[in-house]
């Protein structure tokens, strides 16, 4: 057999009922579809009128959507480019040619190129998602050119015929599928373009409302925006709502383009989790809630937009994880939320105090969920004693140094899970002249493993461990109530009651408004126990 080479052809046919069935598992991407590119048109225009290459007033631009229950057509129209029956030719029937690819191509050199959606050259056809017929009624901005007529009804025949559309622009007419009627309902729409078109850049009307703020704040600059155009924004994210601890401004052009706010919530208790509260847009155009990949996973307690360009949209979630971009951005985030709390705590220590009982949660999951962030937040994460003070760990080790019975060895610091039910150790301790930190949250015992492990001999033990009665000086006893037989009977009481070999029982000669004897356990016992109990205690 003679060796043959040549070029594999596709053929539409085959290609059309793949596109349709899978070119987004939601066919409700439709309307986002077609919504950005009657967006694109408009802004098109736009820029080329800045060109002078449009003769008539562009006036105001913008995109309508309506819907016709009786006649089962949804149209968007919108006053931008329009089309040539040529330009129909070359854009609509050449699948996969994308326009906006060939525009920004043509224009590039011409300045800011952010503002058109298009990417793929497949938009368009997710028409066929859920219409049967399609129709498209447009006429270009260009002086002397005919208004046209295409349909086609999803198998590879078309038509093409003038039109007498008189105003320049563009009308999508989707004669909706007798398998997709859920889209023939005013609430759907309605719902769907809340969804993806609440930001988009030109003003979007449907049922005689607007629907979308054009102007988002995080398309601004920092300096032009006040505390409260955040918090009114927020709001709007999230209504009612309390008002965010504070936030960020990511603002990045190199070496990836970003955009966004990130807003750290109150948090109400502990973990209450809250996933799903970072938006993922690209160029305005709301892509989706499930920032996984491209937000760290403990930055997912946060709240806000990310807005990028950059980030792959339509490819499979094991893309996205692989995606070198994404994965800058995800350290650029993590570093920007470090850099930010830092500032805080550098700037007004007091209100980064008085929000320890909000951040501490967040900051400590990522300090242990994040090498990276550990490293920098290691500076401002903060302990709390039981006065209410706050430390740095550095701060703390220099505080209770001198505190130590045995100066020569490790330091060890104090602390209480639950100063209800230890208050009678805590009290001991205190007299003693000890301090003793708060750390009561489910995550602390995570957290407590983390500082031993990142600072050499320094030790946090519980206020009621067994080594604490080693640490605590015996030096200052205080007068006996008990005599030493007394002592010696009740400790052999308890210990035949209690009949629990990890127990420790000691009797204290202590004044009478406080326990005689305590029971104590070793600290590893201690953890073994909260391990098990998957860390609670
Ligand atoms: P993309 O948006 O990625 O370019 P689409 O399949 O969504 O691909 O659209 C294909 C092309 O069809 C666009 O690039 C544009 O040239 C043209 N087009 C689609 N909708 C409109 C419209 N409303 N007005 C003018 N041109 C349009
Ligand atoms: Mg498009």
Redesign the pocket.
């Known amino acids: 057999m003679a060796e043959e080479k040549g070029t594999l052809s596709i053929h539409t046919e085959n290609i059309f009922p793949i596109i349709k069935k899978f070119l987004y598992s939601d066919h409700e991407i439709f309307l986002r ?1 077609l919504v950005s ?2 967006v ?2 408009s802004q098109k225009l736009k820029k080329l009128a800045s060109f002078g290459e449009c003769k008539e007033e562009v006036g105001d631009l913008k995109v309508t959507v309506s819907l016709d229950e009786n006649a089962k057509t949804i149209t968007i129209s ?1 006053n ?4 040539t029956a040529d330009e129909i030719k070359k ?2 029937n050449q699948i996969a040619f ?4 060939e525009f920004l191509e043509k224009y590039k050199d011409k300045g800011e190129d952010k503002q058109i959606i ?8 997710s028409a066929f998602m859920v219409a049967s017929k399609v129709e498209i009624v ?1 006429k270009s901005f260009r002086e002397g050119t005919e208004a046209a007529r295409w349909i086609c009804d999803g198998s590879t025949e078309f038509e093409i015929s003038p039109a007498d559309k008189a105003t320049r622009g ?1 009308d ?1 007419i989707l004669h909706v599928a007798d398998d997709s009627k859920e889209f023939l309902d005013k609430y759907r729409l309605q719902n769907i373009l809340d969804k993806y078109c609440k930001f988009l850049p030109v003003q979007i009307e449907f049922d005689a409302k607007v629907v979308n703020n054009p102007n988002p704040i995080w398309t601004k600059q920092p300096s032009e925006l006040k505390d409260e155009d955040y918090i009114n924004f927020y709001k709007e994210l999230y209504p009612f709502t309390e008002d965010p601890l504070f936030w960020i401004h990511l603002n990045v052009d190199y070496p990836f383009n970003l955009t966004g706010i990130l807003y750290f919530p109150k948090l109400k208790g502990e973990f209450e989790v809250q996933k799903n509260k970072i938006q993922l847009y690209s160029r305005q155009v709301f892509i989706t809630d499930e920032v996984k990949d491209v937000v760290p996973e403990f930055l997912m307690l946060l709240h806000g937009v990310i807005d990028s360009p950059d980030i792959p949209l339509n490819v499979s979630r094991s893309y996205l994880q692989a995606d070198s971009n994404v994965k800058k951005i995800n350290t650029y985030i993590t570093k920007k939320v470090a850099d930010k709390l830092s500032e805080l705590f550098n700037n007004d220590r007091k209100g980064f105090e008085e929000k320890w009982n909000d951040i501490g949660v967040f900051i400590k999951y990522g300090m242990i969920s994040e090498d990276k962030f550990y490293e920098k937040a290691k500076d401002f994460c903060l302990l709390k004693n039981l006065k209410n003070e706050f430390f740095t760990v550095n701060e703390y080790k220099e505080r209770i140094k001198d505190s130590q019975t045995d100066k020569n060895q490790d330091i060890v610091a104090l602390y209480s899970s639950d100063p209800g039910k230890q208050d009678a150790y805590i009290q001991s301790a205190e007299r003693k002249g000890y301090d003793v930190l708060l750390l009561d949250t489910l995550i602390d015992s995570h957290f407590i493993g983390l500082v031993e492990r990142k600072n050499e001999k320094f030790h946090l033990k519980r206020v009621d461990a067994d080594t604490v009665e080693k640490l605590i000086d015996k030096d200052e006893k205080l007068e006996s109530v008990l005599s030493e037989d007394q002592q010696k009977s009740i400790k052999e009481i308890f210990e035949k009651v209690i009949s629990k070999p990890n127990m420790t029982v000691t009797v204290e000669s202590l004044p009478v408004d406080e326990l005689p004897v305590s029971l104590t356990m070793p600290e590893f016992m201690r953890r073994m126990k909260d391990m098990a109990m998957g860390g609670r205690t």
Do not use: K, V
Not at 80 to 83: K, L, N, T
Not at 118 to 125: E, I, P, S, T, V
């Open positions: 579809e590119n009657a694109d048109a919108d931008g480019i329009g089309m854009y609509i994308s326009g906006a690819t298009g990417h793929f050259g497949l938009g368009f056809y447009t563009t999508i």
